[in-house]
Each structure stands twice: as structure tokens, then as C-alpha cells.
């Protein structure tokens, strides 16, 4: 197993890509403490994995406010004794819909606390007990709109960009210590939240589910919607040994549509 022995935080742990990786990360040998601010859907993915046999620690965190970060992590070390994994999963989707000149300030100020304010807040906690043990491994899940500007999504589009530069500048800070730093840039995923939102778009539309989807897949080289499943081996492989001389790397993981479609869609 690639990850035996290991301790994992994983943030946003309960649901879509969080929670596959979190099931991957556990098929893998590690132990677990994945964090989210729903306790229903975190102890629903806990319960998956101790099923398992593995261990796993549901902790209620809203990764906007740093206390809480604080005690997760705490909690994460005092509960296996060590930390070797951060996974900062965690995020607000892309719900803005507006022109930076009609949005809310709100979204703007929610995007950037949780997506990349909060990123930063996991991470500079984990390394408080990585850097003693001089290892450690964060990886920082960021998304093709940090790759290319999305219009009316400026908020989470922003905050994204600002996840790569963050692991990029961390890999830098960190690596003295021999703490690697990575991102994953997914594009459109099959998590439910996905196909909440394809259902939506296309009755908007007034086309079919079917329409939408095929939609979607014209702007990937690969003509499939990538599944949360797949995201999960890239995290599996940044955190593993196999990837032991990878830093500072954003892997983008979306089915080739930065390729087909450099400029996004609206």
C-alpha cells in the first residue's frame, strides 16, 4: 500500500472529490482526519471508511476562521501522533454569476476566506508538527478556472489562481525542510454537486441532461466528464513516494479542456 502508515488530513473530506480521495487515501493504508463544516455528510464518510478497518477522525471545521484550524489539527495530532499528509480540499464553488462591477461583495469575501485564505490556515498549522520531523507532504486541490479567467465567476476563479501561487511560493518556503508542496487543477467533475448543477443549466437552457453533458464533453479532448475517482489517483500519487521528487507542481486533471478550450466558458 503506497500509503501505509500514514496520517491524513483531508478538508472537505465528506463529499465529491474530498470524500473520494478520503475513501482512495484509506485503500491506501492511511489513517485519517477529514474535516468539513457538514457533520452529517463528514460522519457518513467516516462511517465508509472505518467499514474499511481503517481509521478515521471526523472533526467540524470551518476552515475560514483559524482557531478552528488550530484545534482540527491539534485534535489530528493528539488522536495518531503525527501528521504527514494535508490535503486542503476544502472550497466554495462557483455560484457568483455576475460581472465584477454587479456581484455581491459577500461572494468575493467568502471565496477568498475559505478557498485560498483558508488553504493558507491548514497549511501553516500542519507545518508547525511537519517541519520538527523534517517531512511532510501538503497538496492543495485548485481548479482549471485558476488557469484562465472565468467570466462572472471572478471570486472563485481569483481564489483559484491564488491557490497555485500559494503551493508554488509554499514549495519554495518549505522545501528546506523536505516538505513538498503540489496542486491538482480539476475541471468538471461527477460529484453530485456537478450534476445538481448540469440538471439546472440545461432545464435553463431548455435542452436535455443528455444535450448538456454532450455539451460539456465537446470542450474536453477527452470526451468524458472526469470522475472524482480520477482526481483521487493524482492525489494517491503526489502523496505517495512515487512522486518523491515532485514540488511546486500544479497537475491539472481535467480531461483536456484547458487544451480544447483555453478561454473557458461562460
Same mark, same amino acid.
Given at each position: 500500500?503506497?500509503? +501505509?502508515? $500514514?496520517?491524513?488530513?483531508?478538508?472537505?473530506?465528506?463529499?465529491?472529490?474530498?470524500?473520494?480521495?478520503?475513501?482512495?487515501?484509506?485503500?491506501?493504508?492511511?489513517?485519517? !482526519?477529514? #474535516?468539513?463544516?457538514?457533520?452529517?455528510?463528514?460522519?457518513?464518510?467516516?462511517?465508509?471508511?472505518?467499514?474499511?478497518?481503517?481509521?478515521?477522525?471526523?472533526?467540524?471545521?470551518?476552515?475560514?476562521?483559524?482557531?478552528?484550524?488550530?484545534?482540527?489539527?491539534?485534535?489530528?495530532?493528539?488522536?495518531?501522533?503525527?501528521?504527514?499528509?494535508? !490535503?486542503?480540499?476544502?472550497?466554495?464553488?462557483?455560484?457568483?454569476?455576475?460581472?465584477?462591477?454587479?456581484?455581491?461583495?459577500?461572494?468575493?469575501?467568502?471565496?477568498?476566506?475559505?478557498?485560498?485564505?483558508?488553504?493558507?490556515?491548514?497549511?501553516? +498549522?500542519?507545518?508547525?508538527?511537519?517541519?520538527?520531523?523534517?517531512?511532510?507532504?501538503?497538496?492543495?486541490?485548485?481548479?482549471?478556472?485558476?488557469?484562465?479567467?472565468?467570466?462572472?465567476?471572478?471570486?472563485?476563479?481569483?481564489?483559484?489562481?491564488?491557490?497555485?501561487?500559494?503551493?508554488?511560493?509554499?514549495? !519554495?518556503?518549505?522545501?528546506?525542510?523536505?516538505?513538498?508542496?503540489?496542486?491538482?487543477?480539476?475541471?468538471?467533475?461527477?460529484?453530485?454537486?456537478?450534476?445538481?448543477?448540469?440538471?439546472?443549466?440545461?432545464?435553463?437552457?431548455?435542452?436535455?441532461?443528455?444535450?448538456?453533458? $454532450?455539451?460539456?464533453?465537446?470542450?474536453?479532448?477527452? $470526451?468524458?466528464?472526469?470522475?472524482?475517482?480520477?482526481?483521487?489517483?493524482?492525489?494517491?500519487?503526489?502523496?505517495?513516494?512515487?512522486?518523491? #521528487?515532485?514540488?511546486? +507542481?500544479?497537475?491539472? #486533471?481535467?480531461?483536456?479542456?484547458?487544451?480544447?478550450?483555453?478561454?473557458?466558458?461562460?
Amino acid at each position: 500500500m503506497k500509503l +501505509h502508515n $500514514k496520517v491524513a488530513i483531508i478538508t472537505g473530506g465528506g463529499t465529491g472529490i474530498g470524500k473520494a480521495i478520503s475513501l482512495a487515501f484509506a485503500d491506501e493504508g492511511a489513517s485519517l !482526519v477529514i #474535516a468539513a463544516r457538514n457533520t452529517d455528510r463528514l460522519e457518513k464518510t467516516a462511517a465508509e471508511i472505518k467499514a474499511k478497518g481503517k481509521k478515521c477522525l471526523a472533526i467540524q471545521t470551518d476552515i475560514s476562521d483559524e482557531k478552528q484550524v488550530e484545534q482540527m489539527v491539534e485534535k489530528a495530532v493528539k488522536e495518531f501522533g503525527k501528521l504527514d499528509i494535508l !490535503v486542503n480540499n476544502a472550497a466554495i464553488g462557483t455560484y457568483n454569476n455576475a460581472d465584477v462591477a454587479d456581484m455581491k461583495l459577500d461572494q468575493w469575501v467568502i471565496s477568498l476566506d475559505v478557498n485560498l485564505t483558508g488553504t493558507m490556515y491548514c497549511a501553516r +498549522h500542519a507545518l508547525k508538527y511537519m517541519r520538527p520531523r523534517k517531512q511532510g507532504n501538503i497538496i492543495n486541490i485548485a481548479s482549471v478556472a485558476g488557469l484562465s479567467g472565468v467570466p462572472k465567476e471572478s471570486p472563485y476563479s481569483v481564489s483559484k489562481w491564488g491557490v497555485i501561487g500559494f503551493t508554488e511560493t509554499l514549495a !519554495v518556503e518549505a522545501g528546506i525542510d523536505n516538505i513538498r508542496v503540489n496542486c491538482i487543477s480539476p475541471g468538471p467533475t461527477r460529484t453530485d454537486e456537478f450534476d445538481d448543477w448540469v440538471k439546472t443549466s440545461a432545464k435553463d437552457a431548455g435542452i436535455s441532461y443528455d444535450e448538456m453533458m $454532450k455539451n460539456l464533453t465537446d470542450f474536453n479532448s477527452i $470526451k468524458k466528464i472526469a470522475e472524482p475517482s480520477e482526481i483521487a489517483a493524482c492525489a494517491v500519487f503526489l502523496a505517495s513516494d512515487d512522486a518523491s #521528487a515532485i514540488t511546486g +507542481h500544479n497537475l491539472i #486533471a481535467n480531461c483536456g479542456f484547458h487544451i480544447v478550450h483555453p478561454n473557458m466558458i461562460q
